[in-house]
Protein backbone atom coordinates (compact mmCIF):
# COMPACT_ATOMS: atom_id res chain seq x y z
CA UNK A 1 0.00 0.00 0.00
CA UNK A 2 1.38 3.35 -0.78
CA UNK A 3 0.20 6.78 1.00
CA UNK A 4 0.26 9.92 -0.37
CA UNK A 5 -0.27 12.93 2.27
CA UNK A 6 -1.05 16.36 1.65
CA UNK A 7 -2.37 19.63 3.56
CA UNK A 8 0.33 20.45 6.24
CA UNK A 9 1.67 23.48 6.81
CA UNK A 10 1.66 26.98 9.11
CA UNK A 11 -1.01 28.36 10.81
CA UNK A 12 -2.24 30.75 13.49
CA UNK A 13 -2.62 29.36 16.82
CA UNK A 14 -6.90 28.90 16.53
CA UNK A 15 -6.86 28.41 12.89
CA UNK A 16 -7.99 25.27 10.86
CA UNK A 17 -6.01 22.73 8.38
CA UNK A 18 -7.05 19.71 6.81
CA UNK A 19 -5.19 16.96 5.82
CA UNK A 20 -5.60 14.29 3.20
CA UNK A 21 -4.31 11.32 2.64
CA UNK A 22 -4.73 8.63 -0.33
CA UNK A 23 -3.97 4.97 -0.04
CA UNK A 24 -3.21 2.96 -3.50
CA UNK A 25 -2.35 -0.89 -4.20
CA UNK A 26 -4.49 -2.50 -1.35
CA UNK A 27 -7.72 -2.41 0.71
CA UNK A 28 -7.56 -0.03 4.11
CA UNK A 29 -9.41 -1.44 6.92
CA UNK A 30 -8.30 1.14 9.19
CA UNK A 31 -6.98 4.56 8.76
CA UNK A 32 -5.51 7.23 10.19
CA UNK A 33 -3.16 9.63 11.71
CA UNK A 34 -0.30 9.50 14.08
CA UNK A 35 1.96 12.48 14.76
CA UNK A 36 5.55 12.17 16.24
CA UNK A 37 8.26 15.09 17.60
CA UNK A 38 11.49 14.89 17.18
CA UNK A 39 12.53 12.49 19.93
CA UNK A 40 9.39 11.52 21.35
CA UNK A 41 7.44 8.63 20.72
CA UNK A 42 4.65 8.67 17.82
CA UNK A 43 1.08 9.25 19.09
CA UNK A 44 -2.29 8.69 17.77
CA UNK A 45 -4.07 11.52 16.86
CA UNK A 46 -7.65 9.78 15.28
CA UNK A 47 -8.36 6.66 13.36
CA UNK A 48 -11.44 5.67 11.54
CA UNK A 49 -12.18 1.93 10.06
CA UNK A 50 -14.42 1.21 7.33
CA UNK A 51 -17.63 1.03 8.69
CA UNK A 52 -16.86 4.34 10.13
CA UNK A 53 -16.19 4.03 13.95
CA UNK A 54 -13.75 6.64 15.02
CA UNK A 55 -11.35 6.60 18.13
CA UNK A 56 -9.28 10.00 18.73
CA UNK A 57 -6.64 11.45 21.18
CA UNK A 58 -8.18 12.60 24.26
CA UNK A 59 -5.87 15.87 23.17
CA UNK A 60 -7.89 16.36 20.38
CA UNK A 61 -11.77 15.60 21.22
CA UNK A 62 -13.86 18.10 20.34
CA UNK A 63 -10.97 20.12 17.89
CA UNK A 64 -10.42 17.38 15.07
CA UNK A 65 -12.37 15.38 12.67
CA UNK A 66 -11.41 12.30 10.94
CA UNK A 67 -13.57 11.12 7.76
CA UNK A 68 -12.78 9.21 4.85
CA UNK A 69 -14.21 8.52 1.16
CA UNK A 70 -14.15 4.52 0.68
CA UNK A 71 -14.43 4.77 -2.65
CA UNK A 72 -11.22 7.10 -3.65
CA UNK A 73 -9.27 5.30 -0.72
CA UNK A 74 -9.22 8.59 1.03
CA UNK A 75 -9.00 9.46 4.64
CA UNK A 76 -9.07 13.36 5.81
CA UNK A 77 -8.41 14.83 8.61
CA UNK A 78 -10.05 18.18 9.97
CA UNK A 79 -8.28 20.30 12.29
CA UNK A 80 -10.32 23.39 14.16
CA UNK A 81 -9.17 25.50 17.05
CA UNK A 82 -5.35 24.02 16.41
CA UNK A 83 -2.78 24.81 19.45
CA UNK A 84 1.18 25.60 19.48
CA UNK A 85 0.81 21.83 21.02
CA UNK A 86 -0.06 20.48 17.85
CA UNK A 87 2.62 20.71 15.92
CA UNK A 88 4.37 18.08 15.14
CA UNK A 89 4.78 16.07 11.82
CA UNK A 90 1.82 14.27 11.14
CA UNK A 91 1.93 10.85 9.42
CA UNK A 92 -1.16 9.19 7.78
CA UNK A 93 -1.71 5.25 8.80
CA UNK A 94 -3.46 2.20 7.28
CA UNK A 95 -4.23 -1.56 8.43
CA UNK A 96 -5.20 -3.50 5.12
CA UNK A 97 -7.20 -6.49 5.01
CA UNK A 98 -4.09 -8.28 5.56
CA UNK A 99 -3.07 -6.81 8.80
CA UNK A 100 -0.06 -5.33 7.43
CA UNK A 101 0.77 -1.88 8.58
CA UNK A 102 1.63 1.10 6.54
CA UNK A 103 2.96 4.68 7.39
CA UNK A 104 3.28 7.78 4.96
CA UNK A 105 5.85 9.88 4.62
CA UNK A 106 4.52 12.46 7.16
CA UNK A 107 3.68 16.04 6.68
CA UNK A 108 4.50 18.71 9.16
CA UNK A 109 2.09 20.92 10.75
CA UNK A 110 3.02 24.37 12.86
CA UNK A 111 1.08 25.97 14.47
CA UNK A 112 2.18 29.77 16.02
CA UNK A 113 1.13 31.39 19.10
Known amino acids: VQLVESGGGLVQGGGSLRLSCVASGGICNVMGWYRQAPGKQRELVATITTSGSTNYADSVKGRFNIFRDNGKNTVYLQMNNLKPEDTDVYCC??????????WGQGTQVTVSS
Open 93 to 102: YVRSARANNY
